[in-house]
């Protein structure tokens, strides 16, 4: 095997660890699910198990051209090189779809009008009738169904301020 062999034999093994190292990570995609609309959770979740799937063709792949290099069966490689090529291409445009309809759904999760009772501060769903009842819920709710977020509740310096001087000044 001559040096030609072994460097590439060592670049296709970096890329391997780089793409098991990847599929590993890519799992965190799913860690930023809960800031997504519910609707769009499905699409996701189904983009991100693909381009984990492409991301472990890529990983046979690479042992496969390895293994063609060590053994020299280089027409096995030069076929695997082809659909790999292939493969990237297909990965790339999954990979941004992932990304952008990820980041639409964030976009479309944290911004847009949200109505709200000027009186008690109901939240009402957004496609919901104003009429309905069932609609109207409280902001604590409307976040939690959306977000992984539990909510504390305190008081501001203002409503402190007035909540306990109310309750610290002597009756008459």
């Known amino acids: 095997m001559d040096y030609t062999h072994i460097l590439s034999c060592q670049a296709i093994g970096l890329g391997a660890i780089i793409m098991l190292w990847c599929i590993f990570k890519s799992k965190t995609t799913l860690d930023y699910l809960p800031f997504v609309r519910l609707e769009g959770r499905v699409r996701i979740r189904r983009l991100v198990r693909m381009k984990r799937i492409f991301m472990f063709l890529f990983l046979i792949g690479y042992i496969a051209v390895g293994t063609s290099i060590i053994t020299d069966h280089h027409s096995l ?19 941004i779809g992932v990304e952008l309809r990820l980041l639409s759904e964030v976009h479309k999760t944290l911004n847009g009008l949200l109505p709200i009772c000027a009186s008690c ?4 769903e ?7 009842p069932e609609s109207w819920g409280s902001i604590e709710k409307y976040i939690g169904s959306r977000e992984d977020v539990d909510l504390t509740h305190g008081y501001c310096p203002d409503c402190y ?12």
């Open 77 to 95: 490689g030069d076929f695997v090189v082809g659909i790999i090529f292939l493969l990237v291409a297909i990965f790339v445009y999954v990979a």
């Open 121 to 124: 501060k109901k939240v009402r």
């Open 126 to 132: 957004p496609d919901a009738s104003p009429d309905d």
């Open 161 to 172: 301020e007035a909540i306990m001087g109310q309750q610290l000044e002597p009756s008459d």
